[in-house]
Structures are given as structure tokens and as C-alpha cells.
């Protein structure tokens, strides 16, 4: 039992994994520590606890080996993070996308952003990170270790799909490319934000999911000796929701093999999503008319056979983003606004 919980422990520790915060609302896997520190008696075989604001638990430990009493020990979970992220996209050279991130950290936050990871298609293979750039360039560095393929019990191989699309309701799982500050580094601090994050490849761009996190290490704080109730009762961190932060952002989503239905769902999906965590207006006449082109979009089979060219200009910097992806991926081009993207028909044109 212990060794289980230890290897569950040990998930944990790897950069790479990481998710969203949990939504308000729903079940605690523990109940809340109590506001005057006792524990009622229908509790009594209770040991881990949450922070009424979610961000540590309360685990009464015993204080050493062969010590019965149990001693109230802090946890800290640094999810207290408000992170943005603005996404550019443009083709540079035709047939190839150079995706450009900065990321912030409301003043509203309480920790600081020490890593963060950008979802791709589990099978992803055209992906060339580049330096990290500005003046910070030699504190943060990006990794990818490309798709994890493994064998499968035919004899073949499979891809293991670890990330989830927590942004993106009912999306397949995909795969991680991070970026994280070197011990030296600096963190992005509250109210700090930091650019020159940036990626080439010639998958197509769509919706999908950035994680966010401290990059503190949660099972530095756990002591594996203790009993097996206490861990068994912390097992429910193995969800690193409860340390992650997510949101919805542009990255490379689509190979050229990728479905008309593939794409316009994303999308369709994704703007859903924004509207719903209010980056978006509903009622915006750009978003309106975004929506009916998707639907006729949807209509059609295969690629669409013509430039879609919109009546409404983004007039946000969230519409401007969306713009530039559905440009790219799906053609549809702004007829009063320039996107920076060339449209699909142009594109073509040129490859």
C-alpha cells in the first residue's frame, strides 16, 4: 500500500504534468480544516484538510517515530496564480507557423508563475522551439521531448497521450512542450508578465490548453513515512488541478491530414469557452458573424473552396487572435482589418 502511494508520490515530481484548477463548486475530496482548529468527534479519523481559500491543506502528522500525537503541518500548494496569455501566430515562410507567447500574473495573484506548458497533439512532430529571447533569456529555458512512443502488445508501437485538454470540452489528450525558469531564474511575480516565448511548425493553428504553475515541487513537502491513512487521505493531490492553472489559448493544432469537422469543432469549442469565461462578447457582431461562418463552414465537404471574407473587424485583442488562427487554418479573412495571416487561398498559391 505504502509503495503505491509512494509512486503516486513520485508522478508528481515530474515538470511536464501539469493542469487546471478545479471549479468552484465541486466536492472536496477532504473537508475544509475548522476555523477554530477542533476537530469534531464524526472527524476523528480524519487527517488532511483544506484552507477554506484551497490553497494549502492541514495534515496532522505525528511528530516522530513512535509519536501518537498528531501535530497540525501546513502545506502550501502555490495555486494561487492568475495567469493571461497573449498568442500571435504568423506564416513565416509559407507553409510554416511562427507561434509568439507572452504570459502575465494579475497583481490579484499570490504566487509567483515558474513554469508553464503549452498542450500539442500527442503525436506532434513538427515542433522547433526557439531560444527563449529579452534580457531574461539565460533564466528560462523550454524543453520538448517529443512524442512518447512506446511499445504496444501487437508488437507495434502506440503514443501515450498524457495532456489533457481541460480548455476544451471532450478534446483528445495530446502532449506537453514547457517552458521553466533555471534555479537563477527569475519567476514571474505578481503583477509581472514576461515575452519572447515562441515555436515554428508547420501543423496549422486552433485551439488549445496552457498550464500554468509555481514549479515548486509538492512531494518535497511529504513525508513518505507517514502512516498509510495520511497518505492514502493526500492521494487526492495526484490531481495536480489543485496546484495548475489553466486557460485557453492559439497554438499548432492541425497537420494537413486534420478534417473539416476536426477543425471547425475546435474552433467552435474554443470560442464557446472564451465566452463562457468572458474574453469573449456573445453579442459581439464580430463573434456573431465568426459563428454563422462556421456553420456554413461546417456545411461544406472537404477543405472550403473559397475565401470567407467577414463584414466585421475583431475589435479586441482576444477577436484579433481568433482572427489570425481562423485565417490560417480555415481561411476566413477580415475584409476591413488586416490579420497578418494570409488567406488559405493565397497560401496555396504559393506552396
Not at 492514502?232 to 491530414?257: E, H, K, Y
Not at 462556421?294 to 473552396?305: D, F, K, N, Y
Not at 485583442?317 to 481562423?326: D, K, N, P, Q, Y
Amino acid at each position: 500500500m505504502i509503495m503505491r502511494i509512494r509512486k503516486l508520490w513520485l508522478r508528481t515530481l515530474m515538470p511536464a504534468l501539469a493542469c487546471c484548477a478545479l471549479a468552484a463548486g465541486q466536492k472536496l475530496p477532504v473537508p475544509f480544516w475548522p476555523k477554530d482548529g477542533r476537530i469534531p468527534s464524526d472527524l476523528k479519523d480524519q487527517y488532511v484538510f483544506l484552507t477554506q481559500d484551497r490553497s494549502a491543506v492541514i495534515v496532522l502528522a505525528p511528530g516522530g517515530p513512535g509519536d501518537t500525537e498528531k501535530r497540525p503541518v501546513r502545506i502550501e500548494l502555490h495555486n494561487r496564480i492568475v495567469p493571461t496569455v497573449r498568442a500571435s501566430v504568423r506564416e513565416d515562410p509559407p507553409g510554416t507557423y511562427l507561434y509568439r507567447y507572452a504570459i502575465s500574473n494579475a497583481v490579484a495573484a499570490r504566487d509567483s508563475i515558474g513554469a508553464w506548458s503549452l498542450v500539442l497533439p500527442a503525436n506532434a512532430v513538427r515542433v522547433k522551439m526557439r531560444p527563449v529571447a529579452g534580457e531574461q533569456q539565460d533564466n528560462w529555458s523550454g524543453g520538448d521531448g517529443g512524442p512518447a512512443i512506446v511499445p504496444a502488445a501487437n508488437g507495434g508501437t502506440t503514443v501515450i497521450a498524457a495532456a489533457e485538454q481541460f480548455e476544451l470540452r471532450d478534446a483528445p489528450r495530446g502532449r506537453y512542450v514547457s517552458w521553466f525558469k533555471q534555479p537563477d531564474g527569475r519567476a514571474v511575480v505578481p503583477g509581472a508578465s514576461r515575452d519572447g516565448f515562441s515555436i515554428e511548425s508547420r501543423d496549422r493553428p486552433g485551439f488549445t490548453t496552457v498550464v500554468f504553475y509555481s514549479g515548486h515541487v509538492l512531494g518535497d513537502a511529504i513525508d513518505q513515512d507517514w502512516p498509510p491513512d495520511i497518505l492514502d487521505q493526500l492521494s487526492f493531490l495526484n490531481d495536480l488541478r489543485w496546484t495548475q492553472v489553466a486557460v485557453l489559448t492559439i497554438g499548432p493544432m492541425f497537420p494537413g491530414s486534420a478534417s473539416l469537422q476536426e477543425t471547425v469543432t475546435n474552433f467552435r469549442t474554443g470560442i464557446e469557452r472564451l465566452i463562457e469565461v468572458g474574453r469573449l462578447d456573445s453579442q459581439s457582431p464580430f463573434i456573431k458573424e465568426v459563428i454563422e461562418s462556421l456553420g456554413s463552414i461546417a456545411e461544406q465537404r472537404g477543405q472550403p473552396t473559397s475565401v470567407l471574407s467577414l463584414k466585421a473587424s475583431p475589435s479586441t485583442e482576444a477577436e484579433t487572435e481568433v482572427m489570425s488562427a481562423l485565417a490560417a487554418t480555415l481561411g476566413l479573412v477580415s475584409a476591413s482589418k488586416e490579420t497578418g495571416t494570409r488567406p488559405r487561398a493565397e497560401k496555396e498559391s504559393l506552396q
